[in-house]
């Protein structure tokens, strides 16, 4: 999973004017055997995380974990009030009525769920109270669309990989060495 926007290591960012340019530009590099570490788009674009093989989130299975998790806590503990802790009869209905339990299961059962999906969401990604943002481009939350390149092989020719991206209509194309904060 990629966790950081630079690499440690050496990388060459290029930006392209649309996403069909990117498009084409990541599939090239891709069929050329370099590595392509991230891109960033100001808007989500179809089909490139096919080309990236970005694999899919498994957000979704923990929200369901969540949600079950805040189910069976909820029904525990409002059985466990109505039946054992602090057992009232009411009309002569049972102590341990679930259907009268149902809607703040489900309640409970949204509210594990969101607010734990968002919490591991928060601490994957690593996004906290004054982090400090680092842009591959200044201008790749607006209107560029940023592929960052590794040179990650000692066959692999920093001047001809910028080169290859000039020839694959990147408008910018420059080297990043260093990771920068």
């Not at 979704?60 to 602090?86: D, E």
């Not at 906290?128 to 692999?156: K, M, N, Q, S, W």
Request: glycine share 8%.
């Amino acid at each position: 999973m990629r966790t950081t926007p630079f690499p440690n290591q050496r990388c060459v960012l290029a930006a392209f004017a649309s996403e069909h340019d990117l498009l084409a530009a990541a599939q090239a590099l891709r069929d050329r055997g370099y590595t392509i570490h991230e891109a960033y788009t100001p808007y989500p674009v179809h089909g490139l995380d096919n080309i990236l093989a970005v694999r899919p989130t498994r957000l979704p299975m923990l929200c369901l974990l969540f949600g079950i998790t805040g189910a069976v806590a909820k029904l525990w503990f409002q059985v466990w009030t109505s039946a054992g802790s602090w057992p009232l009869n009411v009309g002569g209905k049972p102590l341990a009525s679930v259907p009268a339990f149902v809607p703040i299961t489900f309640e409970v059962t949204v509210l594990f769920a969101g607010i734990g999906t968002v919490l591991a969401f928060l601490l994957r990604s690593g996004l906290h109270p004054g982090r400090r943002a680092r842009i591959a481009h200044p201008r790749a939350t607006d209107d560029a669309f940023v592929l960052v390149t590794l040179v990650d092989r000692a066959d692999v020719h920093v001047g001809g990989l910028m080169e290859l991206c000039h020839t694959l209509r990147a408008s910018e194309v420059y080297e990043r060495s260093e990771v920068t904060s």
